[in-house]
T-cell receptor, first 113, second 109 residues
Framework: EAQVTQNPRYLITVTGKKLTVTCSQN?????MSWYRQDPGLGLRQIYY???????DKGDVPEGYKVSRKEKRNFPLILESPSPNQTSLYFC????????????FGPGTRLTVT | GQSLEQPSEVTAVEGAIVQINCTYQTSGFYGLSWYQQHDGGAPTFLSYNALDGLEETGRFSSFLSRSDSYGYLLLQELQMKDSASYFC??????????FGAGTTVTVRA
């Protein structure tokens, strides 16, 4: 089944404790991205990647890191999480940079206390 | 960056027609997309307009006017399952994707 998977789905952590949210897709997509969703703000792009080893900042990259060592995986790293990073996070992928249809993962609900 | 505006809420009865408008300001533009998100779920793709005009997909249609920086999503023959949030999105020439804040559609019996 073609899909985007994220783990964990739910995470409660404390300020400053490094964490990684994994994202994997099995569709051989080139374009991958991370979003955070907060009430009233819609989806805001954190980072995106056009292909392996190519990543770029979205609208809200501060406090996040990403890497794209393999085509299928695009982990999101929070080196020192803070309470303002409490949010719902989505990973998404699309066939290529000009593809208009994105496939979203199920989401990761992160709470930082 | 990009700026997209859409209404925050729309309420309608079953069987009605709802139009969700989206206006955008962008430094580059590859087209306007629409996504649906049910409460607690992942967004799913609905439609895309690269050129001016109307695109129809079943009960849903989407329209784009590039000269007016404006588009809309039309939901026809509303059903209870159409209660969800709807987002418009644009991709700029750097391939960065921006979404509107979303419109919550509530369908009443």
């Amino acid at each position: 089944e073609a899909q985007v998977t994220q783990n964990p789905r739910y995470l409660i952590t404390v300020t400053g404790k490094k964490l990684t949210v994994t994202c994997s897709q099995n569709m051989n997509h080139e374009y991958m991205s991370w979003y955070r969703q907060d009430p009233g703000l819609g989806l805001r792009q954190i980072y995106y990647s056009m292909n392996v080893e190519v990543t770029d900042k979205g609208d809200v990259p501060e406090g996040y890191k990403v890497s794209r060592k393999e085509k299928r995986n695009f982990p999101l790293i929070l080196e020192s999480p803070s309470p303002n990073q409490t949010s719902l996070y989505f990973c998404a992928s699309s066939l290529g940079v000009s593809s208009y249809e994105q496939y979203f993962g199920p989401g990761t609900r992160l709470t930082v206390t | 960056g990009q700026s997209l505006e859409q209404p925050s809420e729309v309420t309608a009865v079953e069987g009605a027609i709802v139009q969700i408008n989206c206006t955008y300001q962008t430094s580059g533009f590859y087209g306007l997309s629409w996504y649906q998100q049910h409460d607690g779920g992942a967004p799913t793709f609905l439609s895309y307009n690269a050129l001016d005009g109307l695109e129809e997909t079943g009960r849903f249609s989407s329209f784009l006017s590039r000269s007016d920086s404006y588009g809309y999503l039309l939901l026809q023959e509303l059903q209870m399952k159409d209660s969800a949030s709807y987002f418009c999105a644009v991709r700029d020439f750097d391939y960065k994707l921006s979404f509107g804040a979303g419109t919550t559609v509530t369908v009443r019996a």
